[in-house]
């Protein structure tokens, strides 16, 4: 069964530190995993998109890395702002019918002046 | 960027009525889109796959006639909540691709429907 966990389910963080999000999937065979980015009320917003091939994709101050040897991915944060305090949720879509993605639970990062 | 956007992003409705809520792909064509369903500080479950001019493909445990999808033009897709119920009562995002596969997905901004 595909499958994409999450870890830690929350988070809180001072400004200005640094935080790593972690996502583990068993998605196979393996077209590509994205990290979003959920506000409160609000769709996710696509942070980065990592093909197999691809070990770092950075966007601003987000940085994904992929291993897909260990079908492990990880999100990190820098210099956090109150503006990051969010849900961040990795996605993994797979070569298969309907090529639909499957959704890790979602870390959610609160970021504490 | 391409933009997805959703419509209404909040609606509250009475027990026993319909509501329609919109997706539309502003400035690209939406070949697939898809519907989610959020509750509170869960993941997104997909409710259906949609393509343009056919029937929806619904994911297991959904009652087709009671979300009817309609995507009758590649860049608009409709959910209607038909007599909804205040278990109902939950965030719904879309998202479109350009492609059959969703490689690349942009989401709308989501509805928050509450039913009374």
């Known amino acids: 069964k595909n499958q994409v966990e999450q870890s830690p389910q929350s988070l809180i963080i001072l400004e200005g530190k640094n935080c790593t999000l972690q996502?583990?999937?068993?998605?196979?065979?393996?077209?590509?995993l994205r990290w979003y980015k959920q506000d409160t009320g609000r769709g996710p917003v696509s942070l980065t998109i990592?093909?197999?091939?691809?070990n770092t994709k950075s966007n601003g101050r987000y940085t994904a890395t992929l291993d897909a040897d260990t079908k492990q991915s990880s999100l990190h944060i820098t210099a956090s702002q109150l503006s990051d305090s969010a849900s961040y949720i990795c996605?993994?879509?797979?070569?298969?019918?309907?090529?639909?993605?499957?959704f890790g639970g979602g870390t959610r990062v609160l970021v504490k002046p | 960027g391409a933009v997805v956007s959703q419509h209404p992003s909040r609606v509250i409705c009475k027990s026993g009525t319909s509501v329609k809520i919109e997706c539309r792909s502003l400035?690209?064509?939406?070949?697939?889109m898809f519907w989610y369903r959020q509750f509170p500080k869960q993941s997104l479950m997909l409710m259906a796959t949609?393509?343009?001019?056919?029937?929806?493909?619904?994911e297991q445990g959904v009652e087709k006639d009671k979300f009817l999808i309609n995507h009758a033009s590649l860049t608009l897709s409709t959910l209607t909540v038909t007599s909804a119920h205040p278990e109902d009562s939950s965030f719904y995002i879309c998202?479109?691709?350009?492609?059959?596969?969703?490689?690349?997905?942009?989401f709308g901004q989501g509805t928050r429907l509450t039913v009374v």
């Open positions: 996605v993994v879509s797979g070569w298969t019918a309907g090529n639909k993605l499957t």
């Open positions: 990592m093909t197999f091939s691809e």
């Open positions: 949609s393509n343009e001019g056919s029937k929806a493909t619904y």
């Open positions: 400035d690209f064509q939406a070949t697939t």
């Open positions: 996502c583990n999937y068993t998605v196979s065979p393996f077209s590509n």
């Open positions: 998202s479109a691709s350009r492609g059959l596969a969703d490689t690349e997905a942009f």
